[in-house]
């Protein structure tokens, strides 16, 4: 089997070769221009923007913006910049992320290994989760959080996430877990393993690539969730919310360098996520569809 | 009673019965090899000792211990599948203590089973690699490394050379039949390789669409097929069966056949009772090595007979040749010396051992029996 390279592209002439790679460099810059101008223009003071060219590199470097932005910037009503919200964000986003990948974990090796009578039923029930949009489930779930008395809080907000990503997580997982031999678990229940150990040693140790991607989905969704955040988050507020506070006023001048400066700010976490577990992004999604 | 008692047991999936009053007693060591073609319901009987499946009906029992319902860890059974089913995560090491551990025996313990199972398998220097670094036949003795540490009361191995390259499958076949020499466990082995099932079993179970068709003996089951099914299941090639009338020369039955050319053959049949056959259908069943020349016949049977015949083709295979002849409009394989002078087209002097053949009821398929 070591003899099969995983060398899969055809081989091209060099012209075609050379063509191909300047198109590709030229939508490469394209794609990368918006991040240039919010990158020069959150370098720049002010004036330098409001009177002079947008594409131009700052002819005064200073990161005073980046400062206002984090820490003083006018956010609704008081200015604390974005950093407590930012701060709500990450309390959200980490057990929200990390809760519904292990119940999506837990549910794919329930429906793959341990089926049960209607199995496929359920799982069909909590794929239509996915296609829900969130606009329909916001008024009962206004209610269900009053109920539980987590309405304007952080808890409140993990909860909806985690319901609404379980959705998506267990569909990763089964799919994933489908894949993974049967005789695995078979073996273990012979060694005497029960449910939970062999979920454990067996099952997760093997998991990572696709942990990797649901991490992914879920923390860039979660992360950039705007409806929710506004709908529910009552005074804890995450960082999209808050964003859009300091970038919409309609109050006193525009700060447009600082505003790109939160702008990068509330990207940094999911360009984060992306450039250190990336590249088992693709990894993961293929699993299974290829043998070796 | 057995050391393993297998009584009465079925097998349904809703409507559809699978496996048929299944009814197997294993005496302790020895080797029973389950074989039958796929879909005969050999692996879900195995899964069924293993506790994998439930049973439907019937019940199995370990030492007469009543198995039914109890968790396959509890059976004291260790078991090799077909894929081997190594733990991807763990080293050799982990992968063959993880059932020790599972069940509470102490490193000190786990370590001691696993460098003499180690040494006896010599996969002393493997003990630290994970699977994806060992080879087909590494993996084999891995798996069945794993089964041993425990030192089960029964193993159970699911087709577990299948996935082995033809030369590496019969070298693992004889290290599973020395093991088991010198070990002298119980063995209940599933496969669909008849060659194994002879090499390997004390006894077989020829298993086709849920039923047992015969258990016995290697020999039993290759000399005296119950049916026409077993008969033509087991061996390679498979046994000629030819469509014959029984007549009567004198008041010896013989079966009525005709050449390549058309001319009529009387063959005299050993077995004195197919006289009440006389005028009716049978099917005779001779095996390709009770067909050869007259100079390679078996010198200990007392009835070699004599078919003059035209040879069709022949097939040299190295040790031996394999004749194909026409009779009674049916191919013959005959197996003969590499060197017999045979040659195609032409008319040769076969020499049947007749012996070693069998009948067949052509209505129920089974056996006719002396």
């Known amino acids: ?292 | 009673m057995g050391f393993l008692d297998i009584s009465n047991v079925t097998k349904s999936y809703g409507s559809v019965q699978v496996l048929h009053q299944v009814d197997i007693a294993v005496e302790e060591g020895e080797f029973l090899v389950l074989v039958g073609p796929s879909g005969c319901g050999k692996s879900t009987l195995l899964n069924m000792i293993a506790g994998l499946e439930s049973i439907t009906s019937g019940e199995i029992r370990i030492k007469d211990r009543v198995m039914n319902g109890v968790h396959p860890s509890k059976r004291n059974i260790a078991m090799v599948f077909q894929s081997y089913a190594l733990y991807p995560n763990m080293t050799v090491g982990q992968n063959m203590t993880f059932g020790l551990e599972m069940h509470g025996v102490p490193k000190p313990e786990r370590d001691k089973a696993l460098a003499d199972v180690a040494k006896l398998l010599q996969i002393d220097h493997l003990l630290d690699r994970k699977p994806g670094q060992l080879s087909g036949g590494q993996r084999q003795r891995v798996a069945m490394g794993r089964a041993l540490v425990r030192d089960p009361d029964v193993f159970l191995f699911d087709e577990p050379l299948s996935n082995l390259d033809a030369k590496l499958r019969v070298d693992m076949r004889t290290e599973i039949k020395k093991l088991h020499q010198k070990l002298k466990t119980t063995i209940v082995y599933v496969t669909h390789d008849q060659i194994e099932a002879l090499t390997l079993s004390t006894r077989i179970a020829v298993m086709n669409k849920g039923f047992v068709q015969q258990l016995g003996t290697p020999k039993e089951i290759y000399d005296q097929p119950a049916n026409l099914f077993v008969a033509t299941f087991m061996g390679s090639p498979a046994m000629n069966i030819i469509p014959t009338k029984v007549v009567l020369e004198g008041d010896a039955p013989h079966a009525e056949l005709s050449d390549a050319e058309g001319n009529r053959v009387l063959l005299a049949l050993n077995q004195r009772n197919l006289t009440a056959w006389a005028g009716r259908e049978i099917l005779l069943g001779i095996r390709p090595e009770a067909i050869t020349d007259p100079e390679g016949a078996d010198r200990n049977s007392g009835s070699i007979r004599p078919l003059s015949n035209v040879v069709t083709v022949t097939e040299p295979a190295g040790a031996d040749t394999f004749v194909t002849m026409s009779l009674s409009g049916k191919d013959v394989i005959a197996r003969m010396r590499a060197d017999a002078a045979v040659h195609p087209g032409q008319r040769f002097e076969f020499a049947v051992n007749m012996e070693k053949a069998v009948a067949f009821d052509p209505q129920t398929e089974a056996r006719i029996t002396p």
């Not at chain 1, 992914?216 to 992360?223: A, K, L, M, S, V």
């Open chain 1, 1 to 292: 089997m070591s003899a099969v390279t995983q060398d899969t592209s055809v081989s091209t002439g060099r012209v075609t070769r050379a063509f191909i790679y300047l198109v590709l460099i030229l939508f490469a810059l394209f794609y990368l221009l918006p991040l240039y101008v919010m990158v020069v223009n959150s370098l720049k003071p002010l004036p330098e923007i409001t009177g002079g060219n947008m594409m131009a590199l700052p002819r005064e470097w200073t990161l005073e913006a980046w400062g206002s932005a984090w820490s003083t910037a006018q956010i609704g009503v008081s200015p604390t910049g974005l950093k407590p919200y930012f701060l709500n964000s990450i309390m959200m986003v980490v057990p929200a992320v990390a809760l519904s990948t292990m119940i999506g974990a837990m549910n794919g090796y329930i429906l793959t290994k341990w089926r049960f009578r209607g199995d496929v039923w359920v799982f069909g029930l909590m794929l239509f989760s996915c296609f829900i949009p969130f606009q329909i489930v916001l008024i009962p779930m206004a209610r269900v959080l009053g109920m539980l008395g987590l309405a304007g809080s952080v808890p409140g907000l993990i909860l909806v996430h985690l319901v609404y990503g379980i959705g998506f997580s267990t569909l990763y997982f089964r799919n994933y877990y489908a894949a993974f031999p049967t005789e695995l678990v078979r073996a273990a229940q012979i060694d005497g393993a029960g449910f939970f150990r062999i979920f454990w040693r067996i099952l997760l140790p093997v998991s990572g690539p696709i942990a990797v991607v649901t991490i992914i989905w879920q923390f860039t969704n979660i992360w950039n969730d705007f409806l929710f955040g506004a709908s529910f988050g009552g005074v804890n507020q995450p960082m999209t919310v808050a964003l859009n506070n300091l970038v919409q006023s309609s109050t006193g001048v525009k700060e447009y360098n600082v505003h790109f400066a939160g702008a990068i700010l509330a990207a940094l976490p999911t360009l984060f996520v992306y450039i250190v577990a990336g590249r088992y992004f693709v990894r993961g999604l293929m699993a299974g569809s290829v043998k070796g």
